[in-house]
């Protein structure tokens, strides 16, 4: 009986530090800087499934100059909204060459989608009208790893 309390006891805290980690932001992701032009962006990596579904969620404020990077395996349709989501954010869908494909401007709290316009493997996260505010639009071109190849 004490084990089986001590298991029950254990997976209940096991499954709170689970559901307060998903409730709180990522902020100790590998960074790398990407440039635009002459603009340098401070850039978290998303690069496991687990990262890529909290993403930004839950960030109450981000610098001007940093957004999240999302990395996937192969080019794909890549279609992202904003669950829990609290700043507004612009999406960049960038190609295996770190061209801009197209981008999105996104809601915060919405379950609306916001997709690709054709496969690709990144998708660049920032506060929403930077790139506006920057002149970069589709067919602008990013680099830095892992774009210079």
Same mark, same amino acid.
């Given at each position: ?7 029950? *006891?254990?997976? =209940?805290?096991? *499954? ?6 998903? &409730?709180?932001? #990522? ?8 440039? *635009?032009?002459?603009? #340098?962006?401070?850039?978290?990596? *998303? ?13 109450? &404020?981000?610098?001007?100059? &940093?957004? /999240?990077? +999302? !990395? +996937?395996?192969? $080019?794909?349709? #890549?279609?992202?909204? /904003? ?9 960049? +869908? =960038? ?12 809601? $915060? #709290? ?9 496969? =690709?493997?990144? !998708?660049? &996260?920032?506060?929403? %009208?930077?790139?506006?505010?920057? %002149? ?8 830095? /790893? $892992?774009?210079?190849?």
């Amino acid at each position: 009986m004490k084990i089986r309390l001590k298991i029950f *006891a254990f997976s =209940v805290l096991w *499954a709170a530090g689970c559901a307060l980690a998903q &409730e709180s932001p #990522q902020m100790n992701l590998q960074r790398i800087t990407l440039t *635009a032009g002459f603009y #340098q962006i401070d850039t978290q990596l *998303a690069l496991t499934p687990e990262q890529h579904a909290t993403g930004l969620m839950f960030r109450k &404020e981000m610098p001007s100059q &940093e957004g /999240m990077l +999302f !990395v +996937f395996p192969s $080019p794909s349709k #890549q279609c992202f909204w /904003m669950k829990n989501t609290i700043l507004p954010l612009t999406a960049a +869908f =960038v190609a295996d060459d770190g061209t801009i494909v197209n981008l999105a401007d996104m809601k $915060p #709290q919405t379950t609306d989608s916001h997709c690709s316009d054709k496969p =690709v493997r990144y !998708v660049l &996260e920032m506060n929403q %009208g930077w790139f506006a505010k920057k %002149g970069l639009k589709a067919g602008s071109k990013l680099s830095g /790893m $892992p774009f210079d190849k």
